[in-house]
């Protein structure tokens, strides 16, 4: 590793050794904070256990990312049967059984050319749960094919090392705080789990809801918005900002919610929703102007709260933040010695792949690696819409608001051959690069496998190399990749602002 930063204990490969017992390392969660941790520590030869409440893998493999991704890898094919049509496609044969005469399909139906594709309710959401439950199994696999002990229960700390799980007491020299973070609820919108749901209930549903109300526009609720609408259920998005996804890209953003229109869904921009009830057929989302928006489902999207409650951090003497996160340095520390915390419970960003480089990085620290801080402005990120939207380094607010001196490109992919080819027009390339150095700082992509096609940039933002050096890189022919190569090539030039 680069860029030392002192580990808080004795050099890690003297752990093991006759002269030095193996440090005890205690993880509370066995989500990407806890197991990417567990497995570093495991590796630096200390001897670790895992408590995990739900089952490994967390939140993010059984409710959260891992599902809602499968999910979207069957919405992102009706979305693509949309335009099947126009590709030359004709999907001819009866239309599946219990399904309607073209022109009144139900929720879950797609007409293309003359035939239908139906979503099979059951067994989506069947593959989705079976998916999450081999992703979770097969990291039980690695945990255990390290020697990591896990315990099934809820664990809490005791004292500033000491922590708990059912009538277990453990001593440790490393406490690594993992729990992630839970749905926030509003006083007047209770999930039921039937009608009002949050994130994490969907896939226990027998159907697809015909009428989706998703209240709120961030990630989440853009991403199940997006894939309800592809997957054939009515959607009504209730954003109680101008925009869907206000604290993205902005013309990243615009781009979605226009696609969102296209295909069919309401955008209720500016629209606070206050209440939520059940109706005899479903839901009525009250609005705070006063309008009912009713649905057969309600879809409740409106951020996160940390797991931090009933841990017993203030005996540890951990302080938690105003809206009770665990507040972390860039190596993982928290305010009490030996006590590290990782991943949705520290509020840093609410990223897997986030969480799972805070966990690690609390591990090399704690048990003597040479380390180098997070850096959060190297984090690639995705929104998986339809176009996808992918994000790297540094963004077009910041140069907008000079807080970093740079030229901008943008680059639609309408006019890139290969998206010709596929049939799409929506998306674009954009490209920040150093004025002067021409060091790349940053990139949006929005197009299908943005989360893709992001690599390279991120590869530039964090190799430091500069629009030149990305302009003289083959790209294939024909390519949407060739865009990239593209927009660097526009960058050579020092030319104003796009
Ligand atoms: C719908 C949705 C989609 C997402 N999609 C993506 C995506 O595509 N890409 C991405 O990078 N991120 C995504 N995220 C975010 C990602 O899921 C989180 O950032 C990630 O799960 C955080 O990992 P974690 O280890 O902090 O917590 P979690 O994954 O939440 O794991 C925490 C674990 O701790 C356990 N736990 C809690 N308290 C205790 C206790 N006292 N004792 C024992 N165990 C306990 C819980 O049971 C849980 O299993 C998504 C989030 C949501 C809501």
Redesign the pocket.
């Known amino acids: 590793m680069r860029d030392a930063c002192g580990g808080g204990r004795g050099n890690a490969t003297e752990l093991g050794s006759v002269n030095q017992p193996r440090a005890k390392v205690v993880i509370?969660?066995?989500?990407?904070?806890?197991y990417e941790a567990a497995l570093v520590a495991a590796q630096l030869g200390a001897e670790v256990t895992v408590?995990?409440?739900?089952?490994l893998?967390?939140?993010?493999?059984?409710s959260?990312?891992v599902p809602?991704?499968t999910l979207i890898a069957t919405s992102g094919l009706m979305a693509a049967l949309d335009g099947s049509a126009g590709l030359g496609i004709r999907l001819d044969g009866a239309a599946p059984a219990g399904t309607a005469p073209a022109g009144t399909a139900p929720a879950g139906t797609r007409t293309a050319g003359t035939g239908r594709a139906a979503v099979d309710a059951p067994r989506l959401y069947a593959r989705v749960r079976a998916l999450a439950a081999a992703q979770s199994a097969d990291v039980a696999g690695r945990l255990a094919a390290e020697g990591i002990e896990v315990l099934a229960?809820?664990?809490?700390l005791t004292g500033p090392r000491t922590v708990t799980?059912g009538d277990r007491e453990i001593s440790a020299d490393v406490v690594l705080i993992?729990?992630?973070?839970q749905?926030r609820i509003l006083p007047a919108a209770v999930p039921d789990g039937d009608r009002v749901l949050t994130?994490?209930q969907l896939y226990d549903l027998g159907e697809l809801p015909s009428e989706l109300v998703v209240v709120g526009s961030g990630v989440?609720g853009a991403?199940?918005a997006g894939a309800y609408q592809a997957l054939g259920s009515q959607v009504t998005l209730v954003s109680s900002r101008e925009r869907v996804l206000p604290h993205e890209d902005a013309d990243a953003a615009v781009v979605v919610e226009e696609v969102f229109r296209r295909r069919g869904m309401t955008v209720l921009g500016r629209s606070r929703a206050t209440e939520v009830r059940r109706t005899a057929g479903g839901v009525a989302v009250i609005l705070a102007d006063g309008r009912i928006v009713h649905g057969s489902h309600c879809l409740l999207t409106v951020g996160?709260v940390p797991?931090t409650s009933?841990?017993g951090l203030a005996q540890a003497g951990i302080t938690l933040d105003d809206r009770g996160f665990v507040p972390v340095d860039r190596v993982s520390r928290t305010s009490a010695p030996g006590v590290y915390a990782?991943?949705?419970?520290t509020g840093v960003m609410?990223?897997?792949?986030?969480?799972a480089m805070q966990?690690r990085i609390a591990m090399w620290h704690a048990l003597g690696e040479a380390v180098q801080p997070i850096r959060l402005s190297h984090v690639a990120?995705?929104i998986?819409t339809e176009p996808e939207i992918a994000t790297v380094g540094i963004t077009h607010q910041a140069v907008a608001a000079g807080q970093a001196d740079a030229l901008v490109v943008k680059l639609p992919l309408a006019t890139n051959a290969r998206a010709k080819m596929q049939g799409f027009r929506d998306g674009f390339i954009k490209l920040f690069a150093r004025r002067g150095s021409g060091i790349v700082l940053g990139g949006v992509v929005v197009a299908p496998r943005a989360s893709e096609l992001i690599l390279a940039v991120s590869l530039a933002v964090e190799q430091l190399l500069t629009v030149d050096q990305m302009a003289h890189t083959f790209a294939v022919y024909p390519s949407l990749s060739g865009s990239l190569t593209e927009a660097a090539r526009k960058l050579m030039r020092p030319a104003e602002d796009a």
Do not use: N, Q, Y
């Open positions: 509370l969660g066995g989500g990407p904070g806890g408590a995990e409440r739900d089952g893998g967390g939140a993010c493999v059984l959260d990312c809602s991704k229960g809820t664990g809490r799980v993992a729990t992630g973070a749905p994130c994490r989440t991403e199940f996160m797991g009933g841990l990782a991943g949705d419970c609410m990223l897997a792949s986030v969480a966990g990120a995705t998986f």
